[in-house]
T-cell receptor, first 112, second 109 residues
Framework: SAVISQKPSRDICQRGTSLTIQCQVD?????MFWYRQQPGQSLTLIAT?????????ESGFVIDKFPISRPNLTFSTLTVSNMSPEDSSIYLC?????????FGSGTRLTVV | RKEVEQDPGPFNVPEGATVAFNCTYS??????FFWYRQDCRKEPKLLMS???SGNEDGRFTAQLNRASQYISLLIRDSKLSDSATYLC??????????FGTGTSLTVIP
């Protein structure tokens, strides 16, 4: 199975600032996925990042708030822009391998 | 209606007990089904896929009931290390995955 390195593992940020989360996979994958897991909730898909094209965002998520880069087949970034306390959450990147997903270790974001 | 619904629990069971979780899904055309395990402050990890014929992996048995649109996970001879949140995952298309809110299990000595 793939190894996914995600960083930072946690951060505390001031409201109004932005944070970029990085995800590195040790093998080439076509699609990378970004999820959010709010406290006590399950995972919600933010967007799907394909190399060489714009990310596809799910309902309720927009590019201006969560810009995504996918410069190659092993790397992606998610930026949480103009943060507010409601953005406090765990953000996870994921890749599909075989029939299931493998997740990065997550970024625990607290906005104060 | 949510794509996937799970009883959040918590389930508190003694060591050695058998425990079962159910999960219902709304899209009858769903193709793939999984159970994931998420430990506290960790990322979800694939526990097992769920096949139409049912499948077993050691103490864990997963079953799919397409007619009633639910999947189940049975854990026999519970261990303390089984304490975690179990997430039901349903994929209608193979590329889009929907997660349940998870069922919390605590195995008590």
């Amino acid at each position: 199975s793939a190894v996914i390195s995600q960083k930072p593992s946690r951060d505390i940020c001031q409201r109004g600032t932005s944070l970029t989360i990085q995800c590195q996979v040790d093998s080439q994958v076509t699609m990378m996925f970004w999820y959010r897991q709010q406290p006590g909730q399950s995972l919600t898909l933010i967007a799907t990042a394909n190399q060489g094209s714009e990310a596809t965002y799910e309902s309720g998520f927009v590019i201006d708030k969560f810009p995504i880069s996918r410069p190659n087949l092993t790397f992606s970034t998610l930026t949480v822009s103009n943060m507010s306390p409601e953005d406090s959450s765990i953000y996870l990147c994921s890749v599909k391998l075989g029939s299931g997903y493998t997740f990065g270790s997550g970024t625990r974001l607290t906005v104060v | 209606r949510k794509e996937v619904e799970q009883d959040p629990g918590p389930f508190n069971v003694p060591e050695g007990a058998t425990v079962a979780f159910n999960c219902t899904y709304s899209n009858s055309a769903s193709q793939s089904f999984f159970w994931y395990r998420q430990d506290c402050r960790k990322e979800p990890k694939l526990l097992m896929s769920v096949y139409s014929s049912g499948n077993e992996d050691g103490r864990f048995t997963a079953q799919l009931n397409r007619a009633s649109q639910y999947i189940s996970l049975l854990i026999r001879d519970s261990k303390l290390s089984d304490s975690a949140t179990y997430l039901c995952v349903v994929s209608p298309t193979g590329n889009q995955f929907y997660f349940g809110t998870g069922t919390s299990l605590t195995v008590i000595p």
